[in-house]
């Protein structure tokens, strides 16, 4: 069973508040969707989000996240009333989507819409809209791969700036062992606990954050 940022009884809740947000930016303030989308990922408002942290996924509404997340970032706006329409737009629908899927992944908000930008997730809305959210998350993980075809491990242990040989005597993980992960000729969703403990003690992340999907 995968392990989810948060409960999901807030999920239905976050999915609209993004949803509601990236509406409000795009249709309402008239902020590009690509800006917004990039705004959004490098903001402390997504690692938050991602996290589960009550008062951005339940305690504010869209709007006001757009707001902060455009403040946070420096990104010029012109203020206008909260609006939030009942007939949901295809921007709408991108936000709910993207919400839904960074939970069920897993995978942060950054790379995600590094892979699929805003402006290209609002274009998948008449092919995707009505198919099952599980369907979408199945087309976002292929796309995912084709972005990021290296392993959860390798990426993480070169943005630490790491080699392999470093990791292994850092974590106490024989070298081989590391190279078969990141080759995926050995799973390291099947390893030990024991094992993703010291690798993730080693990269300064927590072991779900190693884990393939």
Known sequence: MAIRAYDENYLAGAQRILGDAVDFAAVTLG????VFGKAFSVSDVSKQFAAGNPRYVAGMNGCELARRVLTETGVPFADREDVMFLDKSPEYWAGWALAFYQWYSGHSFTDILKAVPLE?????????H????LQFAERMEKQMKAAFPQTKLRLRR???????A??????G???????????RQRDINKTSAETLLH??????CRMEDLIER
Do not use: H, K, W
């Open 31 to 34: 902020v590009e969707p690509n």
């Open 120 to 128: 290209d997730m609002i274009r998948m809305y008449p092919a995707c």
């Open 130 to 133: 009505e198919m099952d959210i």
């Open 158 to 164: 070169e943005t630490c700036g790491l080699s392999q």
């Open 166 to 171: 470093r990791l292994a005597a850092d974590a």
């Open 173 to 183: 993980v024989p070298l081989r062992q590391i190279q078969l992960f990141e080759q």
């Open 199 to 204: 690798l993730s003690r080693a990269l300064y």
